[in-house]
């Protein structure tokens, strides 16, 4: 063995290292006496917001410390642009002896407009490699990646009205869009024009176009030119919808609005009228039924198709009723005969729909023992009644007045009373009568005592809620009103349902004695 042999394998470290070309130079060096130092980031990457001003990269230091040491650096595009998202720097970091940490500073650029968040780099290098070889060298963190977080918001853009009402002779209507939630960078909002009664070119100009917001706008006007041929007799509408908007904004629920025009002799009598009608059409428009192939959509879309807004709510009652959201979605819609077809149709559609709910509710009742009267007024009327629930629900939080929502309530009662149960008794009582000469007879049971005591519960319940609008503990109102007595009244109702529940069923099954 040579002398060199020796000297290598004498030393374990040595050793260790002679498997690398690299680990064998540095342990040369180091038994030579050549101690090294190492600079690399302290990190590979990081993330600052558009608006912070500068970021600041900390360089670390290890190894021998005892010299001065220098290292180059120079950013590098990404998806950020240099002059653009950040300023260009270049330079050499000088570390002074002793000095183990340092920072190269880079200016982000912060402007008003929206885009993706983006990235660049900072790269290391030797400032002179002939020189700095034999002392400096880098680690293995030499590049750090910079993402910019954009922190502009362009907004959200929508009509201020659902409809609006212009004269004829208006020349050019101002139809305003509203941008809140933000005002940050150009936006563009596509639109477009639909002929409902009025017809593009005959009775408005314009079936398309594009609104521009500047940076800080929050108003535009979509200009609509409206033709005055001093013949209108009764009023025109078109519909005006909002297709698309610049990336990052959003459009918001006001998306679509109808316009009316009507003769200038006849404005302040139709005004009443006109509101009435857009307010139906808008309607329709929210429920997505101006065809049959926008109502599938909306049957088998979260919350409509409207995504952003759905909560988990949504998605859960539309797991649930995705089979009847499809099924009802053929009827016909509202704009079709006018709105005869959906009518009947939507009839057909719930007679079919209680039937199977009150034979369902029959055989469950049948399986667990439960007396026919009993089944009568739980089961059976609950399946019967809900769509009635929701109708009220419906008609409580969209009109000014409580009269439609307690209206459709006594109302469906007296259907169901009149003619869900007068005419098909009446038709057994003339078949019975003509086919077999002897009278329709049908065993009363505990009918009497169930009626009459729904029809104390019942003028209890109208009792409250004449005293609910004459009160002002009450507010004034039938629904509604301070919290409190709002559902303590709430709370009153249901017991009443249950109590009449739970006596009759008592007296059904002779627990207590009826009449």
């Known amino acids: 063995m040579t002398n060199l042999s020796r000297c290598l394998f ?38 600052v917001m558009e608006n912070c001003g500068s970021v600041k990269l900390n360089l670390i ?27 260009y720097a270049k330079g050499v970091l000088e570390f002074q002896p002793k000095e183990f940490k340092k920072a190269i500073e880079i200016e982000i650029i912060d402007d008003d407009v929206w885009e993706p968040d983006e990235t660049f780099f900072v790269k290391l290098s030797l400032s002179d490699p002939d020189i700095a070889e034999d002392y400096v060298k880098m680690g293995k963190k030499t590049i750090m990646q910079i993402t910019i977080i954009n922190d502009d918001e362009p907004g959200t ?49 314009g079936s398309a176009g594009t609104v521009v917001f500047e940076h800080g706008e929050c108003e535009k006007n979509i200009e609509i030119t409206i033709v005055n041929d001093h013949a209108t007799i009764k009023e025109e509408n078109f519909q005006i ?62 919350n409509g198709g409207d995504i952003e807004n759905a909560t988990t709510l949504d998605y859960v009652m539309h797991f649930l009723t995705f ?25 057909g559609f719930i007679t079919i729909l209680t039937v199977l709910i009150k034979d369902l509710a029959s055989i469950f009742g049948c399986l667990i023992h ?69 009278s329709f007879h049908v065993p009363a049971e505990s009918l009497g005592f169930s009626v009459t005591l729904y029809s104390v519960c019942a003028v209890i319940c109208l009792t409250t809620l004449v005293i609910r609008r004459y009160s002002s503990f009450f507010g004034k109102a039938e629904l509604g009103g ?18 009449y529940i739970v006596i009759s069923s ?3 099954y002779g627990i207590i004695k009826g009449f």
């Open 370 to 438: 439960l007396k026919p009267t009993v089944n009568a007024i739980t089961l059976v009327a609950l399946g019967t009644s809900l769509p009635d629930l929701f109708a009220s629900k419906t008609a409580a939080i969209q009109e000014v007045y409580a009269d439609n929502c307690i209206g459709n309530v006594t109302g469906s009662n007296s259907v169901n009373v009149f003619l869900g149960l007068g005419l098909p008794w009446l038709i057994a009582a003339i078949y019975w009568k003509i086919k077999t000469g002897k």
């Open 506 to 508: 008592l007296q059904a």
């Open 157 to 205: 853009v929508e009509f201020t009205k659902p409809s609006y009402l212009v004269k004829e002779s208006i020349g050019v209507a101002l139809l305003p869009l509203h941008r809140f939630s933000g005002a940050d960078g150009v936006v563009e909002v596509v639109w477009e024009t639909t002929d409902l009664s009025g017809k593009e070119g005959e009775h408005y100009i």
């Open 241 to 302: 919808s909002l297709l698309k908007v610049s990336e990052g904004a959003k459009l918001g629920k006001t998306q679509k609005t109808i316009v009316t025009v009507v003769g200038d002799d006849e404005f302040d009598g139709l005004v009443k009228r006109v509101i009435a009608k857009t307010h139906l059409k808008l309607q329709k428009l929210k429920l997505g039924s101006q065809s049959w192939a926008e109502q599938f959509k909306a049957a088998m879309a979260v």
């Open 323 to 347: 089979a009847f959201k499809v099924m009802f979605a053929i009827v016909p819609p509202p704009s079709i005969w006018g709105g005869w077809a959906c009518f009947f149709c939507a009839l």
């Open 10 to 47: 004498s030393s374990p470290k040595i050793l260790h290292a002679s498997g690398s070309k690299s680990g064998l130079k540095e342990a040369l060096d180091e038994r030579d006496g050549k101690l090294k130092t190492e600079i690399e980031f302290d990190a590979v990457s990081c993330s």
């Open 61 to 87: 230091r290890h190894g021998d410390l005892s010299k001065s040491a220098s290292i180059r650096y120079e950013t590098i595009d990404g998806t950020a642009n240099s002059g653009e998202d950040y300023t």
């Open 482 to 499: 301070p919290t409190g007595p709002k559902y303590a009244t709430a709370a009153f109702f249901v017991t009443l349902w249950v109590l």
